[in-house]
């Protein structure tokens, strides 16, 4: 919840607004109270999507069928108004958490409990199908825990069957994970029984906390529904009318699912009294059994459940967002005028010729004392000579990273270049809008990342996040900004190793490949550079991640040639077999397919004792002092792929001015990652200025802009895919290193080196 800024209505169809629930690209969720005290969720649609003759068709016939709901596991429509300007719909306000947010924060439900869930979410969507329409999205994140029952929720893309779609042709609309095959086949075309389909993988989801078709790469995930079968953990030892629900669901065929009202009499005459003691492990069963008659019995038995159905964390939140509706937090006023700095910030101030942005007004950025929030501080040198001073939007970057403890210099180097892009920016003479700055120390750790995604959330103005730095901190943090339809840029921790997806988290921002792509500068500098033909590669087991590195490598080999790969077992300690047998086979190159720098250390001295002196390539996770201290001069020559850019050896002026302005600033050369996160503020300054830089821009807005954006970076160019991945385009977007005279020096973007 957020506090309504100055451009928010105070008042809309008689509902006096209270707060900001969430915005996107479609419009504007506020909390608001009608006439008679009542609190509901009130949707804006943004004028642009009203302007569509069959857009606003389609909502004023899916607010009139929503109205007529009267299913109590739906939230009702309680106002519209279609004709409106910008047409708005009312509904309940549910204070509960979501079904993800429970399972993920509290672990899975037991049996028990899901049989009542899905008795109750096949009761709504009996009524949706009735209607004839199709919700297209039926997933955790749509499926609120209330006191009394859940509720399903977010018809923003239910649509009649056979109704054309407001999206492109071919579009799949909906969650992959949740998304039934044939949507996956026909392009998005979604029939009831794709509603089904969902409902089992939020049942199995529910049971197990494990999505069926796995998570990673959204193209992975949906082949999986097609092609395999779902992953249900311990299926076999559910109640038999539960476990015949949920394979019913997960029929490929969507003639072989049940409908919606087939599920509910089927689920609702389960046993109410059969739970094993096997299903009482989790949290929420515990909480369930104190009772002689468990509140999930009472929940099939009776129109709703008792009020402690839910664990108590979870009643928590409830209580927490409930307290919080009753007391939102007061309106922002308008821009405050600019104050007059009392602290620098750490490092040199920029001299007005290095600041990047050659003619603007030169800027300051300081931190806040105890905040960390920095205030943009103009000064008033055309105010004193009587020209008058623009009052202008600003808008909060939020920046998370660890800046303490052992994993800080990445994310210090970041900040560095977090901060000087939102100097040269607000030092352009151009500009319709301000950038002000919020950091926090998550020091890399999941625990602080949730908090730090939490206090973020919070800062009024906030439009997007940089960071997290960490795997860890990155995978706790991600969710919670998606749930708030708030892009959060990935500077450089690796996509793949997050566990998530990127079509899931619809506002992840990923600007750096993943690991996945490590070989294409392996592939490009051995190809086009060293025109290699024959490739051995010594691929070390005892690192982990590496074995579809090797095989990308055999089975697309440098220059169309062949390659060969040699395994090194994780309790062998000397290479020399390996790299011997390697030899054998008369490679041009040898690449050491591993992680670790002391085990690529041995490879190289086996290689150098050998007398093998060509090509010699590996990957960043090798490029490390231990290297070059452990292998001595048989580290010379070796040829290193990086996700990171190095400026102060670049030849671009853009490269060489971001340079400058770092050393002016700092008295130091830039450290690895700082021009990516300089990169990282730049496109969504671009996507703020593509929006027209104005303070009701959304963050769900700026998210979605972001990946339709063709940006010159820095270091590198950054596109996105145009699909369901959202992804980087991972061509020449990397760079390679090479060990000479005992440092690593910079070659140049993979693309570019000759």
């Known amino acids: 919840m957020r506090a309504l800024n100055a451009q928010d209505p105070g008042e809309l169809g008689g509902h006096r607004l209270l707060a900001r629930l969430g915005a996107g690209g479609m419009g504007v969720v506020y909390l608001a109270r009608t006439a008679d005290g009542t609190l509901v969720a009130l949707k804006v649609i943004r004028a642009e999507y009203a302007a569509d003759r069959a857009f606003r068709e389609r909502f004023r016939r899916e607010a009139r069928l929503a109205r007529g709901f009267t299913c109590r596991w739906l939230v009702p429509v309680t106002d519209a108004d279609a004709e409106a300007r910008e047409p708005w719909l009312a509904t309940e306000f549910v204070p509960g958490p979501s079904l993800a947010e429970a399972v993920d924060g509290h672990g899975p439900l037991p049996p028990a409990v899901v049989t009542a869930l899905g008795a109750r979410l096949a009761e709504a969507l009996t009524e949706v199908h009735d209607a004839g329409l199709v919700h297209r999205d039926v997933k955790p994140g749509n499926v609120l825990l209330a006191l009394d029952g859940p509720r399903l929720i977010d018809f923003g893309i239910a649509r009649s069957p056979g109704v054309t779609a407001l999206t492109e042709p071919g579009v799949i609309v909906g969650t992959p994970g949740y998304l039934a095959p044939e949507q996956v086949r026909t392009g998005g075309e979604a029939v009831p029984a794709s509603d089904l389909f969902a409902l089992g993988c939020v049942l199995a989801y529910a049971l197990t906390g494990q999505r069926p078709f796995g998570l990673g790469d959204p193209a992975a995930v949906l082949y999986r529904t097609v092609h395999e079968e779902p992953d249900v953990p311990d299926l076999d030892r559910l109640p038999l009318p539960l476990r015949t629900a949920i394979t019913g669901c997960l029929a490929k065929d969507p003639a072989g699912r049940p409908t919606a009202t087939e599920l509910a009499h089927s689920l609702r005459d389960v046993d109410r009294t059969a739970t094993s003691p096997d299903q009482q492990a989790s949290p929420v069963h515990h909480i369930l059994s104190h009772k002689q008659a468990t509140p999930a019995q009472e929940f099939m038995s009776t129109p709703g459940p008792p009020a402690d159905w839910l664990p108590s964390a ?210 490009a500098y051995l190809t086009r550079v060293r025109e290699v033909e024959r490739t051995a590669v010594v691929q070390d087991q005892a690192t982990a991640g590496m074995a579809e590195t090797a095989l990308t490598l055999r089975e697309t080999p440098p220059g169309e040639g062949t390659a060969t790969v040699h395994p090194v077992a994780s309790g062998t300690d000397g290479f020399g077999p390996a790299v011997a047998a390697a030899l054998a086979t008369h490679p041009e190159a040898v690449v050491y397919a591993g992680t670790s720098p002391t085990r690529a250390a041995d490879c190289a001295r086996a290689l150098a004792t050998a007398g093998f002196t060509g090509p010699r390539v590996t990957f960043e996770s090798v490029m490390r002092p231990a290297f070059l201290a452990a292998a001595g001069e048989a580290a010379e020559g070796w040829v290193f792929e990086a996700p990171y850019s190095e400026p102060q050896s670049s030849d671009s002026k853009a490269a060489r001015d971001f340079t400058a302005a770092h050393r002016d600033r700092y008295g130091v050369l830039p450290a690895r990652w700082a021009a990516e996160a300089y990169d990282a503020v730049g496109l969504i300054a671009a996507a703020l200025d593509a929006l027209g830089g104005g303070a009701d821009i959304a963050p769900g807005q700026v998210a979605e802009r972001l990946f339709k954006l063709t940006y010159a970076g820095v270091a590198k160019p950054i596109r996105f895919n145009q699909d369901i991945t959202q992804g980087l385009r991972p061509e020449n977007t990397s760079f390679l290193y090479q060990a000479k005279d005992g440092k690593f020096r910079f070659l140049g973007r993979y693309d570019q080196v000759t």
């Open 314 to 523: 979870v009643l928590r939140l409830v209580a927490d967002r409930s307290a919080r509706a009753l007391d939102p937090p007061p309106r922002q006023s308008g821009p405050a005028a600019p104050l007059e700095p009392t602290v620098v910030d750490e490092g040199r101030a920029p001299s007005r010729r290095r600041i990047l942005a050659i003619g603007g007004s030169a800027v300051t950025v300081l931190a806040a004392s105890g905040t960390g929030t920095a205030i943009i501080l103009a000064n008033r040198r055309k105010a004193a000579q009587g020209g008058a001073v623009q009052s202008l939007p600003a808008h909060v970057i939020g920046f998370q990273a660890a800046l303490t403890g052992d994993q800080k210099d990445v994310g210090l180097a970041q900040e560095r270049g977090v901060r000087l892009a939102v100097a040269a920016h607000n030092a352009r003479k151009d500009i319709r809008f301000r950038l002000a700055l919020t950091t926090y120390d998550d020091r890399g750790e999941a625990g602080r990342a949730k908090e730090g995604a939490r206090k973020l959330l919070a800062e009024p103005s906030l439009c997007a996040v940089i960071g997290p730095t960490t795997v860890a901190a990155a995978r706790a943090a991600v969710p919670r900004y998606g749930e708030a339809l708030t892009p959060v840029l990935l500077v450089s921790a690796d996509y793949d190793a997050l566990g998530l997806s990127a079509a899931t988290e619809r506002t992840l921002c990923v600007t750096t490949a993943p690991s996945r792509y490590r070989t294409l500068p392996v592939l």
